[in-house]
Structure formats: structure tokens, C-alpha cells
């Protein structure tokens, strides 16, 4: 869903996170004070915070960098630019995933659309649980991919995009990011976002992936009320110390992810295993995995080349798992 042409205008006029008085907004956009409050109530139902104070006027309580495609398309790579099909940028959405989901279902033949948005309202991540997605704060993108090879040979393609991730981190010089198997990007042991690989087609080929990425940025207390384990943001991570453009991180995101997705075929997983065991933050960890109503302890002991878990029981067997068969957490 996209806002309309005056909800949008007031919004960028407030994105600054200075106060702006009504009647300042009202004459900029040529409107009556009255409607522009009511604009503002249309904008805290979306669950913007905007303080408002008699002398001074509307602000919002942060400031937010709303997604810009022509400023994300200046810092894509030539080689991205090419391959892109198709950026959606929306204000609000139920799922970017989703969004992409029907589109393959529509079109089997359509690849390299990327879906942006500014807040989902039913986002969700690994089986099923509600991605907490506030307004203009994080990033929310999709992608759709199309391979020629059946689902089978997609094997690791999550833990590949997590290395991915971590790549486009790095440029943006967020460091000491880790991976816990099989789709999170954690950092110091809290959740920092995580991946939703969803594919669909024929099992020899040719099938669509929808690769869907979380990833936060800022992320209030209130916001964050339903979460139930640790997290962080990247405004936390980096401490201040550096100033992080969204859009500038989602080019770098979106850059690296295209990067995978075109050689992952080619190359299969066995290309991003060394790199994403250096970023393991669960190695030897002692943890109780859940399979269906089966609980198992344990110690983690890595990935194997096909990208599977590697548990070590209390009698000292290693037994491998695969993502769609397990989740797990710390004991």
C-alpha cells in the first residue's frame, strides 16, 4: 500500500526529526490545520511516535531515513543495476514475501525483483513466528530469484545468504556480526535479523526463490515489547561511532544477495562453508534442539559442506540435522 501524495508529503517534512509548527506544515502543503492532524493521527496509527507541543508544533521522537530508489540505485554496483528487473518500494505491506510469493505464483518467469518496504503489518519469519516490523526503521526486503535447477540443488542457499549479509555489513563497517544455523544474524549471542527462504517449482527444475531479510536497525523498547529472546540493532552495534545510511546499507545488502544468488548454482554451498563457519557464534555451545515433539541435548559442533548441523549427543555421537527439521536454542 502506498500512502497518499500529501500523508507522504508531511511525512518527509517530519522525517527530519526537528519540530515543524502547523502552521508551517498547512502552508506547505497547502492544507488546513485540521487536516493536517488528521494526517498526523493517520501516521501514529501506523505507529510513527510524533510528539506534539503548543508553541512548536508536530516532530517525530527520532528521525528516519525513508527509502529512496533513485538514491539506492546510485550506490548499487553496474553489475546489480543490470541484473535487476525490478525495485518495488512500498510504504506498507503485510509481507514482502508474500508480495513476491504471488508474483512467482503469477509469473514462474519472472526473476531479479527486489520488494522494499518501509513496515510490513504480518511479517514473519522461520515457521511462522511475527517479524516485529516498525515503521521506517529497519530493513525489510525480498527477492526473487529464479533458478534453472530444481529446489534439491538450493541446499545451504540460507546459510550462503547469511554469509552474504555479513558481507554487505562489513562494507558498511559493522563488525564483529555472526551466524547462528540456520538463518539468523546475531551479534554478541542477540538477534540482530534473520532470513526467510521460501521456493516454489518443479522438483528437476526450473523453481522461484523468494529470499526475505530482516534486518534491524533501530529498534525501540516499545517496538520490541513482544519480542521473547535477546536483540539488538545496529544503531546499538555500532555505538555511535559510525553513521549508518539505510539506504546505503540496503544497496550493499541487495548487491552482495544478487552476488550469491548468481553463482550459488554453479557453486553450490560447498563455496561459502569456510567463510560461514568463521562467522558461527554457536560453535560448541551446549544447546536443546526441538525435533517435532523431540527434544535433544547437546553441543553444536559446526556445519558440514552440504550446510547441515552438526550435534554432538551426551554419548558423543555427531549427528547431522537439516534446517527444515529442527530449530534450537542455547541450554
Not at 47 to 69: F, W
Not at 83 to 106: G, M, P, R
Request: hydrophobic share 40%; aromatic share 8%; net charge negative.
Amino acid at each position: 500500500m502506498q500512502f497518499s501524495e500529501n500523508k507522504k508529503k508531511l511525512l518527509h517534512l517530519l522525517a527530519d526529526g526537528f519540530f515543524h509548527s502547523g502552521t508551517e506544515l498547512a502552508e506547505q502543503l497547502k492544507l488546513s490545520r485540521s487536516a493536517i492532524w488528521k494526517i498526523i493521527n493517520a501516521l501514529e496509527e501506523s505507529g510513527l511516535e510524533i510528539i506534539a507541543v503548543t508553541g512548536k508544533g508536530y516532530c517525530l521522537k527520532s528521525a528516519i531515513e525513508l527509502l529512496d530508489e533513485e538514491l539506492i540505485k546510485q550506490h548499487l554496483s553496474a553489475g546489480s543495476r543490470k541484473l535487476i528487473t525490478q525495485i518495488d518500494c512500498h510504504d506498507q505491506i503485510d509481507s514482502t514475501n508474500k508480495y513476491l510469493n504471488e508474483i512467482a505464483h503469477q509469473n514462474p518467469a519472472e526473476s531479479a525483483i527486489f520488494c522494499l518496504a518501509e513496515q510490513q503489518t504480518a511479517g514473519k519469519g522461520r515457521r511462522g513466528r511475527q517479524w516485529v516490523s516498525p515503521f521506517g526503521s529497519n530493513c525489510y526486503l525480498s527477492l526473487l530469484w529464479r533458478f534453472e535447477e530444481g529446489p534439491a540443488s538450493l541446499s545451504g542457499l540460507s546459510l550462503a545468504i547469511g554469509v552474504a549479509v555479513i558481507r554487505a555489513l562489513k562494507k558498511q563497517n559493522i563488525q564483529g556480526v555472526g551466524l547462528k544455523w540456520p538463518n539468523d544474524i546475531f551479534w554478541q549471542q542477540k538477534k540482530l535479523g534473520g532470513i526467510l527462504l521460501e521456493v516454489s517449482g518443479e522438483s528437476n527444475g526450473p523453481c522461484s526463490a523468494v529470499i526475505g531479510l530482516g534486518l534491524n536497525l533501530y529498534l525501540s523498547d516499545d517496538a520490541a515489547v513482544t519480542i521473547d529472546q535477546d536483540w539488538t540493532d545496529i544503531n546499538k552495534v555500532a555505538d555511535g561511532s559510525i553513521t549508518i545510511s539505510r539506504n546505503k546499507l540496503l544497496a550493499s545488502l541487495m548487491d552482495e544477495i544478487l552476488q550469491v544468488c548468481q553463482d550459488y548454482t554453479s557453486k553450490t554451498f560447498t563455496a561459502y562453508s569456510k567463510e560461514w563457519r568463521s562467522y558461527d557464534c554457536m560453535q560448541n555451545q551446549q544447546v536443546d534442539v526441538f525435533l517435532g515433539k523431540q527434544t535433544i541435548s547437546g553441543t553444536i559442533k559446526g556445519i558440514n559442506d552440504d550446510g547441515l548441523l552438526l550435534l554432538q549427543n551426551d554419548a558423543g555421537e555427531i549427528k547431522h540435522y537439516a534446517s527444515g527439521e529442527v530449530s534450537f536454542r542455547r541450554a
